[in-house]
């Protein structure tokens, strides 16, 4: 929710796809990561998790940004919220 703050002119109904870059998954993960990360946006949006490791962050955010590249969608969130790596 604060992330789309940071964007002028960015409404919670404009985002079409949400990913979430997480390590420590497990079913219970993804339903914490669309309550915590997307509360604000509709519950039509899909929300997914991708592990890749302590990339995963980086490659949530490569999945949208391929997806907006393709046509698919207009506006994504792309987000990691672990930090594995020291």
């Not at 604060?2 to 985002?15: H, I, K, Y």
């Not at 997307?38 to 899909?46: G, M, Q, T």
């Not at 998790?49 to 046509?71: H, T």
């Amino acid at each position: 929710e604060s992330a789309m703050n940071r964007v002028p002119g960015l409404d919670a109904s404009d985002v079409e796809d949400v990913c979430v870059g997480n390590v420590l998954g497990g079913p219970a993960a993804s339903v914490t990561a669309r309550f915590a990360v997307c509360k604000s946006l509709s519950h039509e949006v899909p929300v997914r998790m991708v592990n890749r490791q302590c990339a995963s962050g980086l490659q949530a955010v490569a999945d949208v940004a391929s997806m907006i590249n393709a046509g698919q969608i207009k506006v994504g969130l792309g987000i990691g919220y672990e930090c594995m790596s020291t």
